[in-house]
Nanobody
Framework: QVQLVESGGGTVQAGDSLTLSCAAS????????MGWFRQAPGKNRAFVAA????????VYGTSVRGRFTISREKRENMVYLQLDSLTPEDTAVYYC?????????????????WGQGTQVTVSA
């Protein structure tokens, strides 16, 4: 079993930055691919970014590419999401997820474990 806890969300203004963190416990994440997803009010959950367990394969959702950066610190079982140039359209609950796979995937069905989410609100 893997437990994931997100942190770092908050309320910011358009153009600001945030760093989200995901702490894992219960099992090593060294062989897990990690992903971030988000869900805005009234919308389906959407893919944001993913990173393979070795860190060399990274993919981003179209709407965040060039503004968000995913990274991981395997020794500390941590995954991060740097959010830059935020817009009100980025307002959502952001979820961290872990997949027992060695590739980064944009499909939420690939992920076995999910955190509770952290709220990001961007005001105009």
């Amino acid at each position: 079993q893997v437990q994931l806890v997100e942190s770092g969300g908050g309320t910011v203004q358009a153009g600001d930055s945030l760093t989200l963190s995901c702490a894992a416990s219960g099992h090593t994440l060294r062989t897990y691919a990690m992903g971030w997803f988000r869900q805005a009010p009234g919308k389906n959950r959407a893919f944001v970014a993913a990173i393979s367990w070795h860190g060399s394969n990274i993919v981003y959702g179209t709407s965040v590419r060039g503004r968000f950066t995913i990274s991981r610190e395997k020794r500390e079982n941590m995954v991060y999401l740097q959010l830059d140039s935020l817009t009100p359209e980025d307002t959502a609950v952001y979820y961290c997820a872990a997949a027992d796979a060695d590739f980064a995937s944009s499909g939420d069905y690939e992920y076995d474990y999910w955190g509770q989410g952290t709220q990001v609100t961007v005001s105009a």
